[in-house]
């Protein structure tokens, strides 16, 4: 079992609350996902040439300013850091791959967590009221988010096997389910060099959804050819630089709902982590269908 | 047994409120388990609540119950005697279990409305979601809007109205439960097929929709029932049907 979450708000002003309306969200999907939680939030996006980093380091007392020094000196003069406890977010006008290579062989012990224009990810083990509280998601602005709370069934419970996993830039998906197939299709895609993290089954599904994409396949092809692939149950939520993305297995194993007004799209994997969100009780409420493609735009 | 509330409920003219926004739902099913009867309640309602989960679940005594708002999973579960009226959208699992009694769902019930069921009216005003009504023993389920995929599956006895449209595989390995289906059917499952309404039909079917608040013509509907062919083990089947 895990919970679900996500919200996109349409009016300009909402994006200074949108960590405060999605708190009660994420905490309402502690019984469904206890041992840990993460969220990806977009925020607006960064100057033209730059690019920004979410990292993550599990040692505690980990000196960030001795890190920081030292991408100042690797990736650039005006390389910047925000750290919040065990995340920090970097943001540089050096290329993804020239990072990505630097922390690889400088900071083996600082892992990558997401890269983008508008993506800050956080991710750890804890209930989703102590994650939240670790990172301050109630005052996360941004235009949209998705969060995810992890009740661990099939790997283990640790920071790099909690949700979301991301795939290129500016792109992310939280899963509530199980995939029976996660071991073929990292068969299928280690030989065409497609690195994996950890052995998490939500993270073969990214990966195959990396790998289409990379191949040139728009979303909704990218989806429909999961569903072909990816055999067993599954309620995928996905981010991407200005869209949420929803999708149910077949069967509809997996619950959703989403509520939607004129000032928000919300989404939970029960109606209530939306409970308490504004004005709910006019908002058109309704459980998504089975294998179809829901998009909503920021 | 002595009342297990810490506050008891303020009882007026057999009626009671609870509000889940004060109250953990634990105290309100104990009350409505052990203390209903000697409070002489006749008449309860929930507040505020939110989706939680199981809410108003086996009760045993003659009591209307209406819940204020959306339900989560396992509303009215295992109901006996008490009718039960959700004012909003159910979860998973509506009336799932019950053996007697009434529940009314005014918004949609999620997936596996009235699973399992021995007896009873559920009436689900909008739609309901896939397998609803999954090996149903003996319930009455009447749908106002449409079902989805795998509704009935398994189902023994008991009957299944839509007044909507069907998805697919209805009625996949049907026993001796009947489904009337005014709209679309998407398609059948195996062993289930579509056959005549008879006189009898639409008498059955004019007395569940007279119950459930539905102004349909019997006649609009068709009849879908079990072919039998499964229920004997065909060794030249091969495993195909």
Known sequence: MCGIVGLLVKKPELRERLGELMMPMLLGMTERGPDSAGLAVFTAPVAEDWLKFSVYCAKSGFDWIVFEDAARHALGKDTRMSVQANHAIVESTAPAEQVKDWLKQAWPQVHLLSVGQRIDLYKDTGTPGEVAARYDFAHLKGTHLVGHTRMATESAVTPAHAHPFTAGEDWCLVHNGSLSNPYSIRRKLEPLGIEFDTDNDTEAACRYFEWRMREGDDLPTTIHKGFEELDGFFTFLMGTRDELALVRDAFACKPAVVAENDQYVAIASEFRSLAKLPDIKNAKIFEPAPEEIYVWRA | MAGVMERAPQV????????????????????????????????????????????AVGLDAPVHVDIEGHAGYYAAGMNQHASVTVHGNAGPGVAEGMTAGEVRVKGYASVSAGAAAHGGLLVIDGDAGLRCGISMKGIDIVVGGSVGDFSAFMAQAGTLVVCGDAGDALGDSLYEAVIYVRGKIASLGADAKVEPMTEEDCVRLGALLKKAGFAHDPKSFKRVSSARTLYHWNADANQEY
Request: charged residues 25%; aromatic residues 4%; glycine residues 10%.
């Open chain 2, 12 to 55: 007026r003219g057999g009626k009671v409120v609870f509000d889940l926004a004060e109250l953990p739902l634990r105290e309100v099913n104990q009350f409505l388990h052990q203390d209903l009867r000697a409070a002489g309640v006749k008449e309860v309602r929930v507040l505020n609540p939110d989706g939680a989960h199981s809410i």
